[in-house]
């Protein structure tokens, strides 16, 4: 995996030593970030900046077909025990047809962060929501439930590794735009816990805390600092996400089991304090930052790995290759070939095998899996090149093949992150043999939002050319541009392209889409396609707050919203 080195250097010495000068002062540091390019207080403590309380957004995700979680974060005016707030979803932006809503109490034992797991609702439709507390508003978002029965169509897409410190979020902001996705997959690596104070001088984008994150309290105000950011506020207001944690939302190159609280990472030493603290606080911080069921399994509060169902069209298994069982990774062939190696603990590995078999016998069409590191072979000379990814862990690997095999999994398509860069790839038992047998699958990989991949264009391209030599299963690769994968997903073929964007230091920039590959139903096979066009019939996006909208800010009774039949759903 991709690792971030920080040389000592004068302009490393300015950089920090103004950074440790704004945090002595006590000042906020005011960082340029967004759709609008305003000021985004990247916030050193939990209080308000200006008294508005939802600075850090509102959000929705893990999407069912009856419910959906919506989140937010109250800022606290001051030490507040506790802070009263209130919740509706409803059919239209305006909110005349409001279908659910409640209240509740938010602390800071929780960090002051809000969840709530939105009821009553159709499946296959858009919605909006809102949230009201200490006497205001906050933006109106979108979301949507997943559809059941014969589905026909479903736009999706997929993105991972948003280093806040290495670039401005251009990519969110073009998938912000976008009205004809049905929901965002995040593949990991939502934040990094890294300082980039080197970084940070190119792009003016600070992290906060100025340190590597090692506590609960550092991963909550890490995860605080990039929810200011407007794009990612956007994002987030318009599509609902369905998430899932890689390594760095913890330390590079991390392994064990959370539920064990074993483990380790490339990057993390005695220094660092205990690992188990450490673990707890990155895990905890990320159920209260993001909008992620919290309940996965009843027997297993730790487990996050899941699967959507999106009626007969698609079947979803998100995985958890980082923290679910995973052993320590290792260059040593010996170990790394060991039969009883897993990558996912063997938990998973049966949820995961039983999931694709039942998705197979109830005709779903595609079985796609969401992951974050590259399962098809990446190695030269039968030697691995990466042995985080999943060539650090044959065995393991074919087992998911053979049960594959077994079962007979069709039209299985495997979405990754994790590497920074552009793939597109057959999933073979053997694509360096001879006479290698049929695939068994595709493997689309997703750039980084901002995180780099090669920097130089011309040595990203010859890369590229001398790997595209080199790996008979390889479609294409691209190592240099910043980006998102967008899934045209119908019963006949599934279409990806990959949409990028050529500047992340600037907010300014160009986006186009750099390949489109179709994969038809019953072939495991990439086929060039040409670009499609936008869909029609999108929902409304979610309003902003202009003039006309401006009385949404006033939550009170007699307001908009307290009409007959709201009042009746509040006496509920």
């Known amino acids: 995996m991709p690792r971030t080195s920080v040389s000592v250097s004068r302009r490393q010495f300015m950089v920090a030593g103004t950074a440790s000068a704004l945090s002595y002062s006590g000042l906020p540091y005011t960082a340029y970030s967004g759709s609008d390019r305003q000021p985004a207080y990247a916030e050193k403590t939990g209080h308000a900046a200006g008294g508005f309380p939802f600075q850090h957004g509102v959000a929705s995700g893990d999407p069912l077909q009856d419910k959906v979680i919506l989140w937010t974060r109250i800022t606290p005016p001051s030490d507040e025990l506790a802070i009263h707030y209130r919740w509706r979803i409803a059919r239209d932006p305006e909110f005349h047809q409001v279908v659910n809503q409640g209240q509740g109490y938010t602390n800071a034992e929780r960090d002051f962060t809000v969840k709530v797991d939105a009821d009553r609702l159709a499946p296959g439709q858009s919605y909006y929501y809102v949230f009201e507390a200490l006497g205001q508003r906050s933006d109106i978002g979108r979301t949507r439930t997943l559809p059941t029965g014969e589905v026909e169509h479903l736009r999706i897409a997929f993105i991972s590794c948003s280093n806040y410190a290495r670039g401005y979020f251009n990519v969110y902001k073009e998938i912000a735009q976008r009205a004809d996705l049905d929901v965002v997959l995040h593949l990991g690596d939502y934040i990094y816990e890294y300082s980039n104070h080197e970084q940070s001088l190119v792009t003016g984008r600070v992290h906060q805390p100025l340190h590597v994150t090692r506590t609960l309290a550092d991963y909550r105000q890490r995860h605080a600092c990039y929810k200011t950011d407007r ?69 297993d509060p730790f487990q996050i790995y899941r699967r959507f169902r999106f009626g007969n069209l698609l079947d979803l298994n998100m995985l958890d290759t980082r923290l679910a069982g995973r052993d320590q990774q290792s260059d040593d062939p010996q170990v790394r070939d060991a039969e009883s190696r897993t990558l996912l603990g063997y938990k998973q590995e049966q949820w995961l095998e039983d999931n694709l078999a039942q998705a197979q016998q109830d005709g779903v069409i595609w079985k796609l899996l969401g992951q974050q590191v590259m399962m098809s072979q990446f190695s030269i000379n039968q030697s691995p090149l990466n042995h985080d990814q999943w060539d650090g862990y044959p065995a393991a690997r074919q087992r998911l093949f053979n049960a594959l095999k077994q079962a007979q999994v069709d039209n299985f398509v495997v979405l990754t992150g994790d590497i920074h860069s552009s793939w597109a790839l057959a999933l073979n038992d053997d694509p360096f043999a001879p006479y290698p047998g049929d695939n068994l699958g595709v493997e689309l990989v997703t750039p980084a939002v901002s995180s780099p991949g090669i920097e130089s264009e011309a040595r990203a391209a010859l890369a590229a050319a001398s790997l595209e030599s080199l790996l008979p299963h390889l479609d ?51 086929l060039p396609a040409p670009e499609l066009t936008p869909a029609k019939n999108a929902p409304a996006p979610a309003p902003t707050f202009s003039e006309e909208f401006a009385y949404l800010r006033q939550w009170r009774r007699g307001s908009h919203f307290d009409t007959p039949r709201n009042q009746q759903l509040a006496a509920r």
């Not at 996400?241 to 490339?266: C, L, M, P, R, T």
């Not at 006949?492 to 992340?504: C, G, K, N, S, Y």
């Not at 920039?509 to 750099?514: K, M, P, R, T």
Request: charged residues 25%.
């Open 231 to 299: 794009d990612l506020q956007e994002v987030h207001r318009q599509h609902p996400f369905i998430v899932i944690w890689d390594d760095h939302e913890v330390a590079n190159n991390a392994w064990g089991s959370v539920a064990q609280g074993d483990g380790g990472a490339d990057n993390h030493s005695t220094q660092d304090g205990d690992w188990r603290e450490r673990l707890s606080g990155a895990v905890r911080a990320y159920m209260e930052w993001m909008p992620i069921r919290e309940q996965v399994n009843a027997n």
């Open 476 to 526: 294409f690769v691209d190592f240099y541009y910043r980006g998102y994968v967008l899934l045209d997903i119908k019963p006949q073929r599934i279409q990806a392209e990959w949409w990028v964007v050529d500047e992340v230091e600037r907010p300014r920039y160009a986006s186009e889409c750099l390949r489109a590959r179709v994969i038809p139903a019953g072939q495991a096979q990439l």
